[in-house]
């Protein structure tokens, strides 16, 4: 059984940063692109940034693109999300999700088989 657990959210101020983790279980420890995404209230879920499975690739949204940056560690079993210069647009819960591919990274969640359950991230102005 595959398993997402998020880490790290929080209350922060504009301008703050925060990191995001993503502990990972089961067999797709390593063999899997990860991605993250988020979900504000009232609005759709939205992709944030994807890597590979080996972290040779990365995607970022054009809207975090400079002030996310997202990395694996597969010894760990986790991947990160390095979040700085927040803005108060950026408030959503952030949940983690397994891809189905290994290399490709899919701005759709469709593509994505596993989903934690999500850390809530608020920014105050």
């Known amino acids: 059984q595959v398993r997402l657990v998020e880490s790290g959210g929080g209350l922060v101020q504009a301008g703050g940063s925060l990191r995001l983790s993503c502990a990972a279980s089961?067999?797709?420890?390593?063999?899997?692109?990860m991605g993250w995404f988020r979900q504000a209230p009232g609005k759709e879920r939205e992709f944030v940034a994807g890597i590979s499975w080996n972290g040779g690739t990365t995607k970022h949204a054009d809207s975090v693109k400079g002030r996310f940056t997202i990395s694996r560690d597969n010894a760990k079993n986790t991947v990160y999300l390095q979040m700085s210069s927040l803005k108060p647009e950026d408030t959503a819960v952030y949940l983690c999700?397994?891809?189905?591919?290994?290399?490709?990274?899919?701005?759709?969640?469709?593509?994505?088989?596993?989903w934690g359950q999500g850390t809530q991230v608020t920014v105050s102005s």
């Open positions: 089961g067999r797709i420890a390593g063999n899997y692109a």
């Open positions: 999700a397994a891809s189905k591919y290994q290399i490709t990274i899919s701005i759709s969640d469709i593509d994505y088989e596993y």
